[in-house]
């Protein structure tokens, strides 16, 4: 796969060459890391996922068009901080023509890209920035004089988020896989919630079903979100005790050797939704259905974001918290008071993931191979003026990950319980 990627992305460098740094290792606190995770675009490309090591890809270079800087095996090191891949490791495992310890970069990259006028690389990681610029600064010494050499630096990021947006079977088997296990996790949540357990009890079960398989592992803090937090778009303090009419809104998702999973399901703590709650939920669940069936190639996804504020804003006339014309209501966005985001991302090696959604006037027309999210929400925050009092403190989202085929779409996450039926069923399975 990283291979074919490879070979993809340096057809379209131009005669340029490519230096794209790992994930810089990020402090927590004093010399405690967070949890290493490798930049997506470096991994697409090379599936190497230590850091301190730099890419580069020369397409034009006679000899080495994939090269790799990384750090060399240390005995000492390795105690500490594990297993190194080294120098003859990532020409031997990872296919680079060529590599050498990340102490080389300053002496060996005038070989690559001396004869080349433009450097693609992504702007943004520190101090490394200024090497890079410091290359166009001499070469504007050397130019004049030679002809050849940098003087232009490109971001390559469009060219990365174009290449993901489809992706490949290798993705789609990973997506896949990531998908399976984030069903297995919401499933058992599903299950095991009570009235009386707290809110990271259950967020602890889900990830650690994650954890189970290897190269797994959550893709973002778990929202788990009871009663009225479930209002609270990306609640991540998890740590309220669930009380008995609660509904408890579960937004979670694995990440399976990069490639993610991310999926929402709201259900009533004690099993039984009230019937308030039953009103929203079956507002949200049959506008999700709507939006999914509309997926298909060659629908733009600014039809599907329509549909959802239509949907939903007649849902609001329905239980009286919005009065008046729909169009107007729609106009003046009215909606936003209790359906503030959009209807769902892109999905990949990032969960939020790259890929333009409109260039220009003109909106991306759905293409098979793409994996996006369809989330729409309605959230009755708990000040909330003039309304019924009893939707007060309800928030409802329905999250469902799906692939677009040639036919239309297939939703990965399709076995997780969402009709308010199926839903009472699981839970009842568990409330004995
Ligand atoms: N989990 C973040 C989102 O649904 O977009
Ligand atoms: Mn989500
Ligand atoms: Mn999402």
């Not at 009225?228 to 399976?256: F, K, P, W």
Request: proline share 4%; net charge negative.
């Amino acid at each position: 796969m990283h291979k074919q990627n490879r070979d993809r992305f340096a057809k379209r460098l131009n005669g340029g060459v490519a230096i794209i740094p790992a994930a810089i290792p990020t402090i927590r606190t004093h010399n405690m890391e967070y949890t290493y995770r490798q930049n997506s675009n470096f991994y697409y490309l090379t599936g190497f996922e230590e850091p301190n090591s730099i890419c580069v890809i020369a397409p034009s270079h006679p000899k080495h068009q994939f090269i790799m800087f990384v750090q060399p095996r240390d005995r000492d090191r390795e105690i500490w901080d594990g297993k190194r891949v080294g120098v003859d490791g990532v020409i031997e495992n990872f296919g680079a023509d060529v590599a050498f310890p990340i102490s080389e970069f300053d002496k060996k990259i005038p070989d690559y890209i001396n004869k080349t006028d433009r450097i693609y690389y992504t702007l943004g990681n520190g101090p490394f920035d200024q090497k890079i610029i410091g290359f166009i600064k001499q070469n504007r010494q050397t130019r004049s004089a030679k002809g050849i050499g940098p003087n232009t630096i490109i971001d390559p990021s469009e060219f990365f988020a174009e290449m993901r947006v489809i992706k490949i079977e290798e993705e789609i088997r990973r997506v896949r896989r990531a998908t399976e296990i984030t069903a297995d996790a919401h499933l058992a949540a599903m299950r095991m919630t009570r009235p009386g357990m707290y809110e990271y009890e259950i967020a602890a079960l889900i990830e650690s079903i994650y954890h189970k398989t290897e190269k797994s592992y959550p893709g973002y803090r778990t929202i788990l979100a009871s009663g009225q937090n479930a209002t609270i778009l990306h609640y991540i303090d998890n740590n309220r005790q669930i009380e008995e009419n609660d509904l408890v809104l579960i937004d979670s998702g694995c990440e399976y050797k990069y490639y993610n999973g991310d999926v929402t399901r709201t259900f009533p703590a004690n099993g039984k939704f009230t019937d308030a709650q039953r009103e929203i939920y079956q507002i949200v669940l049959e506008t999700q259905i709507a939006l999914i069936n509309m997926i298909k190639p060659r629908i733009t996804i600014d039809k599907v974001n329509k549909r959802a504020i239509r949907l939903l804003t007649e849902g609001m006339i329905k239980l009286g918290l919005l009065e008046g014309d729909t169009n107007k209501l729609i106009e003046d966005k009215k909606y936003q008071k209790f359906y503030m985001h959009s209807v769902g991302h892109m999905l990949g090696l990032d969960v939020h993931d790259v890929g333009k959604t409109a260039d220009g006037d003109e909106y991306r027309k759905f293409e098979p191979g793409m994996v996006m999210t369809v989330e729409p929400g309605f959230y009755v925050s708990t000040d909330s003026q003039n309304i019924d009092p009893r939707y007060l403190g309800i928030g409802v989202r329905i999250e469902d990950n799906v692939l677009v085929t040639e036919s239309g779409n297939e939703v990965l996450t399709g076995r997780i319980p969402k009709t308010i039926d199926e839903i009472e069923q699981v839970c009842a399975e568990n409330q004995t």
